[in-house]
């Protein structure tokens, strides 16, 4: 959950209507970000890795896990097909020799 832009976003329309936003402004509010790749996957790990750990101490937290994980699968599924922009785009030039060393 990308917090910082929603709540800059809500300050905006909260406190200035449409109207009175240049185009510009306007335009920085509804920019698509990039997803770091080095923030959100460190992330992940270090939720998994905890799970893994404290599992043979308390199997409880298994089940709270895999909750996490379900409910993140959903948001970043949601985030990268609509919300994020891909930083490069090669068209499909890699897949044949991706296929070909497998």
Same mark, same amino acid.
């Given at each position: 959950?990308?917090?910082?832009? =929603?709540? &800059?976003?809500?300050?905006?329309?909260?406190?200035?209507? %449409?109207?009175?936003?240049?185009?510009?402004?306007?335009?920085?509010?509804? /920019? /698509?970000?990039?997803?770091?790749? +080095?923030? %959100?996957?460190?992330?992940?790990?270090?939720?998994?890795?905890?799970?893994?750990?404290?599992?043979?101490?308390?199997?409880?937290?298994?089940?709270? +896990?895999?909750?996490?994980?379900?409910?993140? =699968?959903?948001?970043? /599924?949601?985030?990268?097909?609509?919300?994020?922009?891909?930083?490069? %785009?090669? +068209? +499909?030039?890699?897949?044949?020799?991706?296929?070909? &060393?497998?």
């Amino acid at each position: 959950l990308r917090v910082a832009p =929603l709540m &800059r976003a809500l300050f905006m329309k909260v406190f200035f209507s %449409e109207q009175t936003l240049t185009q510009r402004e306007l335009d920085q509010i509804y /920019k /698509k970000r990039n997803l770091h790749y +080095g923030w %959100e996957y460190p992330n992940q790990l270090l939720v998994i890795v905890i799970c893994f750990t404290y599992s043979c101490i308390s199997p409880v937290i298994l089940p709270v +896990g895999a909750v996490f994980f379900i409910a993140s =699968l959903l948001v970043y /599924k949601y985030q990268v097909l609509f919300v994020y922009t891909p930083i490069y %785009e090669s +068209g +499909g030039i890699m897949f044949p020799s991706a296929c070909n &060393r497998t």
